[in-house]
């Protein structure tokens, strides 16, 4: 049985000045795609041109949620930022691998890998320390954040570590 909800809901964190990472937690389809393409972009606009999306918590993704991760993938590109996917659960890697969106967007496997990865190539300068974590929620209306964070997981899905 499948269970649509309208809700979909936003961790933020900044580890880094001008970075943010984002949690999505909820299915990413025709209902909330939107909910995510606005929230995100708010994200960037308030001074974290580079993103990256926490998809471990992503249960379900449909075109219109593919569409949204392109949209910000563009948002990004136009404030000189990034967007990185970590922990793509293998569901979702798949449709990136068929519809080719794997060849534009890194996926690493963990949040913090993207932040190395990002750091090291030279897309953030500044080293900050650890910093807040904040909450935006789309979640129909509620208001209610979420603060729950799963650990991150060992498993590769970076195009990067495969054998040429």
Known sequence: ?????????LTVQHPRPGLAIATVAGDVDTRTADTLRREASEIIQQGCP????DLS???FCDSA????????WHATEA??????LANVPDRLMRMLVLTGVDAVLPVHATAAQAVTTMTATGLLTSAGEHGSVTHASGDGGTG?????RRPARDSVHDPAAEPN
Request: proline content about 3%.
């Open 79 to 84: 404030v000189h930022g990034s967007l990185g």
């Open 57 to 59: 918590k992503v249960g």
């Open 50 to 53: 580079h993103l990256i999306l």
């Open 144 to 148: 209610e954040p979420t603060g729950v």
């Open 65 to 72: 949620g593919l569409s949204a991760l392109i949209g910000l």
């Open 1 to 9: 049985m499948t269970y649509v909800t309208d809700t979909l809901q």
